[in-house]
């Protein structure tokens, strides 16, 4: 990993995203909010860092956990219906967000960016970094990692065929699979953030889409996307609905750090 692309890694446990929202009275579905505003905190499940050295620009986006649909502060009953899910990736400047597909069902899945605006009376990142973390880059060392209980945080560096491009990748380890006897290990873990460095997008943050990982190898990683998947009744098409089913294999550089 170049050294200007190194990213001090977070504590996946205490990093956050917070905001306070202002009353709105301009949301008039039914049964609605109630008219109070709003604050939140939403821990953080991964970041990407991208950067373009063509254009000589480098952002950090920072994807939250996934929550429903919810009507806000009523006593009769919280569930929108039918529901959806908020899951998106905001941009580092805190100006605009991507919006991942919010029904499994959605006609039109593709991640759509949109801004931030005046209803957000406050918006900050609260980041807590990984507590004296040790870099481990030996099999001996992650199997060790992975009998104990300490956090495991990854960052994974992806680069075009040119080089001009390059994203570095980081997420908390979820599942560690390994094997004592014959000091191997196995990451499969999600959902992060994947980047398309082939995009012909002008904005780096509509390059990302959600994505899970499997790697067993320092060098290589298998990502599976999350996009529009066919499915199929007695094999034929019938619809569609959004999985993670897309799998691309790729060359890629990993780091491991294990919480002190």
């Not at 960052?155 to 380890?173: C, D, F, H, K």
């Not at 089913?245 to 294990?258: G, K, L």
Request: aromatic letters at 10%; proline letters at 8%.
């Amino acid at each position: 990993m170049r050294p200007k692309d190194v990213l001090h890694p977070l504590d996946y446990s205490r990093s956050y995203l917070r905001w306070t929202t202002a009353p709105t009275t301009s949301d008039v579905r039914t049964p609605g909010h109630m008219p109070y505003g709003n604050s939140v905190r939403i821990l953080l499940d991964a970041r990407a860092r991208l950067v373009d050295s063509a254009s000589g620009t480098g952002e950090e986006f920072y994807l939250i956990a996934p929550c429903r649909t919810e009507w806000m502060y009523r006593d009769d009953t919280c569930i929108q219906q039918p529901g959806g899910e908020y899951r998106l990736a905001w941009a580092q400047g805190k100006d605009r967000a991507l919006r991942f597909s919010r029904d499994l069902t959605d006609p039109d899945p593709r991640p759509q960016p949109v801004p931030i605006d005046e209803r957000y009376l406050k918006l900050d990142y609260a980041l807590s970094s990984l507590p004296n973390p040790s870099s481990v880059s030996d099999n001996v060392a992650l199997v060790t990692a992975a009998e104990s209980l300490d956090q495991v945080v990854i960052q994974t560096e992806i680069e075009n065929a040119s080089g001009t491009r390059r994203a570095v990748l980081e997420y908390p380890v979820k599942t560690f699979n390994y094997h004592p006897e014959r000091v191997l290990f196995q990451m499969d873990t999600g959902p992060m953030l994947w980047a398309d460095l082939d995009s012909s997008e002008s904005d780096p943050m509509c390059w990302l889409r959600l994505a899970h990982t499997v790697f067993n190898r320092f060098d290589r990683a298998e990502f599976e996307l999350r996009g529009p998947t066919p499915y199929v009744v007695d094999d034929e098409p019938v619809g569609q609905v959004e999985d993670y089913q897309q799998v691309i294999a790729q060359p890629a550089r990993h780091s491991f750090f294990v919480a002190g």
